[in-house]
């Protein structure tokens, strides 16, 4: 059976499997369709949060852009990662107490502000929809390769499954789903990466066989040979204050994303957030620990099965000869000796791979099976699919439920309510669509960006609402108007305007982190310098910190 | 929960952050960006540890830090009475 084939079969098994699930945990009530009843156990949480976070950008891009940093791709592999602590040890318990629907809610009751919940739905919305467009250009890369279709017509199919199970299941159906596609997406990414360890070393589990192979020696040395940089040398493409910078912005980024935020509202109590928080984040790193291995294994079997290749050689294997056709892949023969050669020199190279390519085309350039081809594309889908479905329910509830019952309407009904939401997730539906049909950039950079926004506007004022009772709706809505514009500013400034990074050559990505900054003392000299928080604020704080109110008290043992 | 008693509980959680928060940093920020080029003078299997520390044993680490800080908040609310 061919590529195609296998390739439609799995695509068609897993959403039938979506669909399914969608349709069984459909919904009635607004709690149901924001938060999934509270009901969800740790474990399912940690595996849909996984799945929710695990987007089209770590499956398909990460692994790539590691492959083409080498060290300098940590980055990534820490500032995502490393965002979970954060998030499990300040954020998930407390806002699992607060126990409302949405990251808004929390700020609006706690700096008992509507012109600050306001300003965190517009960051809310402003992330997420960053976010979701990175998204599209996954799904709009894996379908225009695999079923052969054009992009936009890929992703209408996707957005047609998303709106479904969405629409109908909110936030409980997406829960359900989600899980199933995390078991989709981790299975899809390790069986390549164990068989090409397997290949490569004889040891089948990528981690071990990374650490304890020659492979990353070799990989250096031929490296070195084709005039780049060893892979294992750290600040070959970044400063290492940029590397840092970078860092902490994905990591208090990961920590302040509302779609993630939102997860630990499903679960029933706060030591269930907590536990849920360890499980999403063993979960993840089952792949953030094989995709530096898979990095590496693909780096080097790529260049020694192109680089100084005939170019007879070259036409002879399939896919390379569709993935050139995606232009994702392209050769050019600068001078005419009849050999492809990779340098680091733009002027002589003469293939160029696009780094959104290597997870997808690493089963074939080692020539693994094609039901593990298809597998892979059915895991990408996956990736894409979970995390625009939940970043569609954080757009549609911050506009139904924070600014329509919120604001807008606070008598409306509980039908009323659900209606709105599902309206909602129609129309972010659409607008995800037309971003995937012209895709704004590259997907993982387009991510950076929303993790930036994200650092920038609401870490500290979450952080600060739980750990300092003084700081109140002024430096609230100072600090993170501050910290958005100035982020927006700079990054808008570098990537479309040709602005140079003038702080000490921070880069984009990595400017959210300054931004945080700036929103952190912002917000505290102005809550110190205006009237501290109304008391009712303040024992609304003591009663966050303490976990108890919601079980019956017991006797110390 | 009493006053005095919440506030030891605040106060022996948020002691329990910090220090897990200090080993975070540690791993990450100081071990795998800051201090990676005198650490890849070491070898931990067949690669330079400081690159292993950036790319597996932070990850590996956070991991870690986050069923010690729920196992550890289980103790201290049984200690306080909050839960059995």
């Given at each position: ?8 079969g799995f ?10 699930i ?28 996984a ?20 060290y300098d ?17 300040l ?41 979701v ?14 079923l052969?279709v ?10 047609v ?12 159906g ?10 989709v ?18 040891n ?33 493409n ?23 935020i939102?997860?630990?509202?499903t ?54 000869n ?18 492809f ?9 003469e ?41 569609l ?8 439920h ?10 409306a ?22 971003f ?9 950079q ?12 609401f870490?500290?004022v979450?952080?600060l609402?739980?750990f300092?009772?003084?700081?109140n ?21 570098v ?8 702080f ?18 912002v ?35 | 929960?009493?006053?005095?008693k919440?506030q ?21 920020l ?10 890849n ?44």
């Amino acid at each position: 059976m061919s590529v195609e084939l296998w390739t439609i079969g799995f695509v068609a098994l897993t959403f039938a499997l979506y669909l399914y699930i969608g349709w069984r945990s459909r919904v009635r009530d607004s709690s149901g369709f924001y938060v999934a009843g509270q009901g969800v156990p740790p474990i399912a949480n940690g595996a849909a949060t996984a799945a929710d976070w695990m987007s089209a950008a770590s499956f398909i891009s990460m692994a790539g852009l590691i492959s083409f940093l080498g060290y300098d791709g940590s980055i990534y592999l820490m500032g995502w990662t490393g965002g979970y602590v954060l998030l499990a040890l300040l954020l998930a318990p407390y806002l699992r107490k607060f126990g409302k629907y949405t990251v808004p809610d929390f700020v609006g009751d706690r700096y008992y502000s509507n012109i600050a919940r306001l300003v965190a739905v517009v960051a809310a919305l402003f992330v997420s929809l960053t976010y979701v467009a990175g998204q599209m250009r996954g799904v709009g890369i894996v379908f225009s390769r695999f079923l052969q279709v054009d992009v936009a017509t890929g992703v209408i199919i996707g957005m047609v499954i998303v709106a479904f199970f969405s629409v109908l299941g909110g936030m409980k159906g997406i829960t359900w789903t989600q899980v199933a596609q995390y078991c989709v997406l981790i299975v899809a990414f390790l069986i390549p990466a164990s068989a090409i360890a397997l290949l490569l070393t004889g040891n089948p589990i990528p981690q071990l066989a990374f650490t304890f192979s020659d492979i990353v020696a070799n990989l250096n040395q031929v490296q070195l040979d084709l005039g780049f940089q060893e892979y294992t040398q750290p600040f070959a493409n970044k400063t290492q204050l940029d590397v840092l910078f970078i860092t902490i912005a994905l990591m208090v980024g990961t920590a302040g994303l509302p779609h993630v935020i939102v997860r630990f509202y499903t679960v029933p109590d706060v030591r269930a957030a907590r536990y849920s928080a360890g499980w999403a984040l063993l979960f993840i790193a089952l792949l953030y620990t094989s995709a530096p291995a898979l990095a590496t294994f693909a780096r080097y079997n790529l260049i020694n099965s192109l680089h100084n290749q005939t170019i007879e050689e070259v036409r002879q294997l399939d896919w390379a000869n569709k993935w050139e056709r995606t232009k994702l892949l392209a050769f050019d023969d600068k001078n005419n000796n009849g050999r492809f050669e990779l340098t680091p020199d733009q002027t002589t190279n003469e293939i160029t791979i696009d780094p959104d390519i290597i997870v997808l085309s690493t089963p074939e350039v080692a020539r693994l099976a094609p039901w593990v081809i298809a597998i892979v594309a059915a895991g990408g889908l996956a990736a894409a699919l979970s995390t625009a479905s939940g970043l569609l329910l954080v757009i549609s509830s911050s506009v139904a439920h924070d600014i329509y019952y919120r604001i807008i309407k606070p008598d409306a009904t509980e039908s009323q309510r659900v209606f709105v939401g599902r309206i909602m997730v129609g129309f972010a539906v659409a607008l995800a669509g037309y971003f995937g049909i012209n895709p704004p950039g590259f997907v993982a950079q387009v991510v950076a960006f929303a993790f930036g926004l994200a650092a920038a506007s609401f870490f500290p004022v979450i952080i600060l609402g739980i750990f300092d009772k003084r700081t109140n709706r002024e430096g609230a809505i100072a600090g993170m108007v501050t910290g958005l514009l100035f982020t927006i500013f700079y990054i808008v400034g570098v990537k479309f305007s040709g602005m140079t990074p003038w702080f000490f050559g921070v880069s984009a990505e990595g400017i959210g982190t300054l931004g945080m900054i700036i929103n952190f003392i912002v917000t505290i000299v102005v809550s110190r310098l205006t009237p501290p928080p109304p008391l009712a604020v303040q024992e609304m704080v003591e009663d966050l910190r303490s976990p108890s109110g919601e079980l019956p008290p017991e006797a110390v043992h | 929960m009493d006053r005095d008693k919440s506030q030891a509980y605040w106060r022996a959680n948020t002691a329990l952050i910090r220090n897990l928060l200090i080993v975070w940093a540690l791993v990450s920020l100081i071990f795998s960006i800051l201090l990676v080029e005198p650490l890849n003078a070491i070898q931990l299997g067949r690669v330079p540890l400081g690159f292993w520390m950036a790319q597996q044993g932070s990850i590996l680490t956070f991991v870690v830090l986050i069923f010690i800080y729920a196992v550890q908040m289980d103790r201290l609310d049984r200690k306080y009475g909050i839960r059995k």
